[in-house]
């Protein structure tokens, strides 16, 4: 974190220009399995059963009871699951590729689907079809120049394992989870560097999207939601000890969900909220991964709370003897709590007054990366990637078959202006990955019309459309940024 050599330190800046970003600076793009690729080769999860309700887009929920479930799962016809369809990736990954290939970036960021490799997630043999798709997409994204950033599991559970077990409550599940990552280690870890254990475990909820969880065979909500964290952490630092074994040149990352709040007011009961609130919903995890333990506050909550985690001391020894290399960021926004009307829980919080929005109330903050980049710089001194960083628009496909995306180079230029910024302060970035290469299912709402892609996917929420890919503005611009390693952002 700080200057070994201070004198060079304090001699260089002075002598020497800031020169941008530096050489080799991975620029990428980030996806996901169950917003991209489609069911065909793989089982269903848990992803699979949030639905498009177009009444109700705050509807997708992931938290179902065991009936709604099963309704789901016997009456699909009822419903609308755009994940089912994802935007046909596991088509077309190849012309993405190419076109991901011209546009020249240095890094393509996925995640693995565990039903294409374990339909069931524990079945007795691989799928050896599914494993094969992941060499193609792999060797694929190396050809075109680019390093694959792999996350092991980006919240799409097979959902058996969610019925039969209950989700990361389980050790069966945490089993299950261990064979799919060393297998996938084994596999690919000679031509992959960049590993995820967990997409943003920070964000854990009780609910079947995030954990596999059934929230109605929960009796202590909280209680069940520190341990499937504990659970997760984990596995993540046991599967970073299974990596390292196995190939020395791999790295692996703890990965946040960037929603560090600002106090509304300076009132002190809004900053002091804002601060115990960033402990325990941001800066706990990553304190586990970075630092190798569970920090003092974090003990104390618990007990506060009457939370009795079950951990054994051999979990306590992983966790310290198996720190992550790197800290992956997913910043897209920023907000503010006011005491009395916020409480501690993540997501629980207020736009900024001061910021514009999206349509979707995302407000937007490019000075809220760099603030945050110094704060996890200044607490971890760990290389910092960021793994995920856009914006979501309404869009169709105009005169010339492209989107004018004006706003969408608008927000990535400022964004990646203060990440300029944080790397001339000091603050050691290697990494951007933009969400997202290409419209996909969202995440959250299961919508197709909240549009983050550089590329245009003609597709709706139904499936309806050709599912032809079209590049927008912001894909020729951001050609222009990856081409020039930043230097044109202060020119277009
Ligand atoms: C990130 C998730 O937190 O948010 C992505 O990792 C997701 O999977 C992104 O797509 C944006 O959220 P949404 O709900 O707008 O798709």
């Given at each position: 974190m700080y200057q070994t050599n201070q004198m060079d330190c304090l001699k260089n800046l002075a002598a020497k220009p800031f020169e941008g970003f530096p050489d080799g600076f991975l620029w990428g793009a980030a996806l996901s399995a169950k917003q991209y690729e489609g069911e065909e080769g793989r089982g269903t999860t848990v992803a699979d059963l949030?639905?498009?309700?177009?009444?109700?887009?705050?509807?997708?929920?992931?938290?179902?009871?065991?009936?709604?479930?099963?309704?789901?799962?016997?009456?699909?016809?009822?419903?609308?699951?755009?994940?089912?369809?994802?935007?046909?990736?596991?088509?077309?990954?190849?012309?993405?590729?190419?076109?991901?290939?011209?546009?020249?970036?240095k890094a393509f960021r996925f995640s693995l689907s565990w039903s294409r490799i374990f339909p069931n997630g524990d079945d007795r043999v691989p799928n050896e079809a599914g494993l094969a798709y992941y060499d193609r997409v792999i060797d694929c994204a190396l050809s075109h120049g680019m390093q694959p950033i792999v996350t092991?599991?980006?919240?799409?559970?097979?959902?058996?394992?969610?019925?039969?077990?209950?989700?990361?409550?389980?050790?069966?599940?945490?089993?299950?989870?261990?064979?799919?990552?060393?297998?996938?280690?084994?596999?690919?870890?000679?031509?992959?560097?960049?590993?995820?254990?967990?997409?943003?475990?920070?964000?854990?909820?009780?609910?079947?999207?995030?954990?596999?969880?059934?929230?109605?065979?929960?009796?202590?909500?909280?209680?069940?939601?520190?341990?499937?964290?504990?659970?997760?952490?984990?596995?993540?630092?046991?599967?970073?000890?299974?990596?390292?074994?196995?190939?020395?040149?791999?790295?692996?990352?703890?990965?946040?969900?960037?929603?560090?709040?600002d106090p509304l007011s300076c009132k002190p009961d809004d900053v002091l909220l804002a601060t115990q609130k960033n402990e325990v919903t941001m800066y706990a995890s990553a304190d586990i991964q970075l630092r190798g333990g569970y920090p003092r506050y974090y003990c104390r909550l618990l007990a506060d709370r009457g939370i009795e985690l079950r951990v054994a001391q051999q979990d306590l020894d992983i966790l310290s003897e198996n720190k992550m290399d790197f800290l992956a960021v997913s910043y897209y926004n920023s907000n503010v709590v006011e005491a009395g009307t916020n409480s501690i829980a993540i997501g629980d919080a207020l736009p900024n007054p001061y910021l514009e929005a999206t349509p979707w109330g995302w407000t937007i903050n490019e000075k809220g990366l760099l603030d945050h980049c110094l704060k996890y710089w200044d607490r971890y001194g760990v290389p910092i990637m960021i793994a995920e960083n856009g914006i979501g628009e309404v869009e169709t496909l105009g005169?010339?078959?492209?989107?004018?995306?004006?706003?969408?180079?608008?927000?990535?230029?400022?964004?990646?202006?203060?990440?300029?910024?944080?790397?001339?302060?000091?603050?050691?970035?290697?990494?951007?990955?933009?969400?997202?290469?290409?419209?996909?299912?969202?995440?959250?709402?299961?919508?197709?019309k909240k549009r983050y892609g550089l590329i245009f996917v003609d597709q709706d929420e139904y499936g309806n459309g050709t599912h032809d890919r079209y590049p927008k503005d912001s894909y020729a611009w951001y050609k222009k940024v990856v081409g020039s390693n930043g230097k044109v952002l202060h020119l277009v």
């Open positions: 949030q639905e498009y309700d177009s009444e109700n887009t705050k509807g997708a929920r992931g938290d179902l009871s065991l009936d709604e479930i099963e309704e789901r799962l016997d009456h699909p016809e009822r419903f609308c699951f755009p994940k089912k369809l994802g935007i046909e990736g596991f088509k077309r990954f190849e012309e993405d590729l190419s076109l991901l290939g011209t546009l020249g970036l092991i599991y980006h919240d799409d559970m097979p959902v058996s394992l969610a019925l039969r077990y209950n989700g990361f409550l389980a050790s069966e599940v945490g089993d299950a989870y261990m064979r799919f990552a060393e297998l996938v280690l084994d596999r690919y870890g000679s031509r992959v560097h960049w590993w995820i254990p967990f997409n943003q475990p920070n964000l854990t909820r009780i609910s079947l999207s995030s954990l596999g969880v059934v929230k109605d065979r929960v009796q202590n909500l909280e209680e069940a939601k520190v341990q499937a964290l504990h659970n997760k952490l984990v596995l993540g630092a046991r599967v970073a000890a299974y990596g390292r074994g196995k190939h020395p040149d791999i790295h692996f990352g703890a990965m946040l969900a960037d929603f560090l709040v005169i010339g078959r492209t989107v004018h995306d004006g706003y969408r180079i608008d927000y990535m230029k400022r964004h990646l202006l203060k990440l300029e910024e944080a790397l001339r302060q000091g603050v050691d970035i290697f990494a951007y990955c933009c969400w997202s290469p290409l419209d996909m299912v969202s995440s959250g709402t299961s919508e197709m």
